[in-house]
Structure formats: C-alpha cells, structure tokens
C-alpha cells in the first residue's frame, strides 16, 4: 500500500514539474507541494518544507527512515501514515531538486 501511495504521489509531483505554469519557491517545493495536494494531506506550505528540509537532511546524515517519520509527525502533526509517505516524498522528489 506505501509503494503505491508513493508512486501516485511521485506521479502527481513529476506532472507537477513537467506542466507548472508557475513558479512557487522552486521545483523542489512546486514537486513536494504538488505530491502533498494530491493525497490530500492535511499539511501548511511552510510546514511542509521545514519537514521536507528536516527528512533530506536527516536522510543524507544516516537516520533511519521510521526515526525520521516519527519526528515529521511530531513537528508536523500528520499521522504515522502520512508522515511515514512524506519522508518517502521528500527524499524522492524533494531532496534531488532542492
């Protein structure tokens, strides 16, 4: 079930960057922004990419991935669930771009 939540939610971001007529902050959060939307998590811009900045940086410093979850969910107030996708969005479509 994680796998395709997180295939539909790259889907969504990837058409996201190849369509945007806008510009927001930049790809990396047009992507992350456009994946979010599309599951309809319950999150705010800012907070979305404090957590996606929090998950990337974790990430590349050797946290586990359930460790890194638990405290988006934490800062973020998403359930375990979502929180859990987040950090599968944010190293796959969020991190690379930023």
Known sequence: MFTIRLLTATAFAAG?????????????????FAALNGL????????????????????TS??????????VAEKTGLDPAQSSTFVGIAIAVYCPLR
């Open 16 to 32: 996201a960057l190849c369509t945007a007529a806008t510009a927001s902050a930049s790809p990396a959060t047009d992507a992350l």
């Open 40 to 59: 309809g998590y319950p999150i705010t811009p800012q907070d979305a990419v404090m957590a996606g900045d929090l998950a990337c940086d974790s990430s």
């Open 62 to 71: 050797g946290l586990a991935r359930d460790l890194i979850a638990s405290e």
